[in-house]
């Protein structure tokens, strides 16, 4: 099957699925970017959360929370107040956890030109942990992440561990890093804006080119290339020993 078909079919798949968050819909600050993004031929959303505060209830195992198997006492894609959180405290039987996790967005591109475009509108955004991972079906995923992220836990046992003093400070932390994951999305959906508006120049530009022009001019950018590693390569030859071409090679995998 032709690639761009096969991922024009892996798309229509994807969205036609029913959302099976725990909310069930994209979360208000993130619509924007999905809607953008799946309206673009080159990608679509596979997963998406703009940012939360929470409050788990669970076992600890090195202080990894494991959420599925966690009790969830309060979740906000908003900035918390003290009294909220203090009321969600109450009911905490085990380990409370409480989470800070920013803005994270999965995005599966047609090829990695089109992933490492929108890799570039990511750092440029302040989401500088994303990445791209390329599966061995030819799937290329693009993620958006940031490392400003918290977690604290506050109780064992049921039994609350700090005071709410505490508690209060560290929810003006969270709100604060709420605040500015939400700049950062607003930056990223600029961007994202700007980025796809100048490819889509770039694209038409190369359409209407001549191409008996674009022949031509790759054909003397050749020759000008050639003739500087010549040009290079004699430079070296006179400097070198004869035994010793200075000839440089890379090697890259074949998955490279």
């Known amino acids: 099957m032709d690639r761009s ?56 195992n090195g202080f990894e929370v494991q959420k599925k ?7 906000t894609h908003k900035p918390c107040v003290k009294e909220d959180m203090i009321v969600a405290l109450r ?4 380990d409370a956890i409480l989470k800070f996790e920013p803005f994270v967005l999965h995005v599966q591109c047609r090829q990695l030109r089109d992933a490492q475009i929108l890799h570039s509108v990511a750092i440029d955004s302040g989401f500088r942990n994303s990445g791209i991972t390329v599966g061995k079906r030819g799937k290329t995923i693009l ?20 005071t709410e003093e505490y508690v209060d400070f560290l929810l003006n932390i969270a709100n604060q890093k709420m605040e500015e994951n939400k700049k950062r999305i607003e930056r990223f959906y600029s961007c994202l804006q700007h980025a ?19 022949h031509k001019k790759k054909r003397n950018q050749e020759k000008s290339h050639y003739k500087r590693i010549t040009e290079d390569c004699d430079k070296e030859l ?17 998955d490279y």
């Open 5 to 60: 078909a096969e991922f024009r079919r892996w798309k229509a798949q994807c969205l036609s699925r029913a959302d099976l968050s725990r909310k069930g819909s994209v979360d208000e600050d993130a619509v924007e970017i999905v809607q953008l993004l799946n309206a673009q031929e080159q990608f679509f959303t596979t997963s998406s959360c703009a940012g939360r505060i929470l409050l788990l209830d669970g076992g600890i």
């Open 69 to 75: 198997q966690c009790c969830w006492l309060l979740v």
């Open 91 to 94: 009911k905490a039987n085990g």
């Open 143 to 162: 993620a958006v992440r940031s490392t400003h992220g918290l977690e604290v836990p506050l109780s064992h046992n049921g039994k609350l561990m700090v």
């Open 196 to 214: 796809l508006k100048r490819e889509t120049i770039t694209n038409s530009q190369t359409e209407i080119k001549d191409p008996s022009d674009t």
């Open 238 to 254: 006179e400097n070198d020993d004869a035994d010793d071409p200075g000839i440089n090679a890379t090697i890259f995998p074949e």
